[in-house]
């Protein structure tokens, strides 16, 4: 009798953590969810950085946002929704090597990220795209490509269906943030708690663009099986890119000239020499 009335008085007591610790869960999932860096980013002083210009952005909502605009030789421009941690600061290198392309790059610091105000929402992000978007069309900029980094890539994807791009291109991209978090609490009811899931993978459908997936074979954070079920779920005309050794952050420097190679000639075949200017 005495061992049953501890068993179940146990059984008791782990549910009551459970509970308990799921309600944390969805009390804080943004700060489980996002990694901003809200520091202020200055423009980098180096000689070859001259011409990126801050750019202030006010969303819908009221909020301030900084990014950063450099101008290219090419009429197009990649349009920069990074990933979650950090800010377009700690992006700079990658930054240098797409506008050596030739490409114009503008790169967005969202909400609670690189100075800009707010904290980091869904809806919110896509507030701060369509900022973005507003802005670049104000300055005449109309030819864009959307380029999602990981967490990112969400945004481009709700951007291409709300104002289409030329082109799209999505690297370490992921089916849903609901997959993503399964997989980084299988423990957790994660269906029931989430809050913003970035449901890319329904979106894509309705994306009648040329899209370029990117991701890493060894990504340990994305697994690429969410990447491919995302291309999967495209249309035509469409582009699977796997970089073999290169895991979540280190597409670009694991890949190297093939890297910078593929994302080239997939804008050259996709968008026309009409966006190309005689050098």
Known sequence: MFFRHFYWRLVRDLAMLYVVFAGLVYLFQRKLQYFPDPTSVPLPPDPKYRGIETVNLTTTDGLRLFAWHWPGRFPATLVIFHGNAGHRGHRLDWIEDLHSLG??????????????????TEEGFYRDGEAAVRWLEKQGIRDLVYFGES????????????????ALILQSGFSSALDVARKAYPYLPVRLLMKDRFDSKQKMAKILRPALFIHGEQDSIIPMKLGRALYEAANEPKTWFPIPEADHNDLPWVGGKTYLEGIQGFLQRQIGSRHFKAE
């Open 103 to 120: 490409y114009g790059v503008f790169v967005l610091d969202y909400r609670g990220y690189g100075g800009s105000e707010g904290s980091p």
């Open 151 to 166: 967490l990112g890539c969400g945004v481009a994807v709700e951007m291409a269906k709300r104002q289409p791009p030329l």
